[in-house]
Nanobody, 116 residues
Framework: QVQLVESGGGLVQAGGSLRLSCAAS????????TGWYRQSPGKQRELVAS???????HYTDSVKGRFTISRDNAKNTVYLQMNSLKPEDTAVYYC??????????WGQGTQVTVSS
């Protein structure tokens, strides 16, 4: 079983930055895919950014050029650097990993609030 701990959310003014972290722990696992999702009230959860084991990255159009996803394999941690934040980025951000065995695990979510 894999456990995820997210951190780094908070309140920031528009134009500011935050870095989210998603640390994975457990026994004998390898991460194949990691995605950062977000969900705001009344909206569906959307995939914001993702990174594969071969470091292929994908971003939703609304965050391209502002967000960067990266991974530290030694620490089993994936980061989401968020710059030039906008009020519309306000949401609960969730980390999801899929191991090479196909096991999917979600983090508990971290609130990001961007004030105008």
């Amino acid at each position: 079983q894999v456990q995820l701990v997210e951190s780094g959310g908070g309140l920031v003014q528009a134009g500011g930055s935050l870095r989210l972290s998603c640390a994975a722990s457990g026994r004998s696992f390898s991460i194949n895919f990691t995605g950062w999702y977000r969900q705001s009230p009344g909206k569906q959860r959307e995939l914001v950014a993702s990174i594969t084991s071969t470091n292929f990255t994908h971003y939703t159009d609304s965050v391209k050029g502002r967000f960067t996803i990266s991974r530290d394999n030694a620490k089993n941690t994936v980061y989401l650097q968020m710059n030039s934040l906008k009020p519309e980025d306000t949401a609960v951000y969730y980390c999801n990993i899929i191991t090479t065995f196909g096991l999917s695990t979600w983090g508990q979510g971290t609130q990001v609030t961007v004030s105008s």
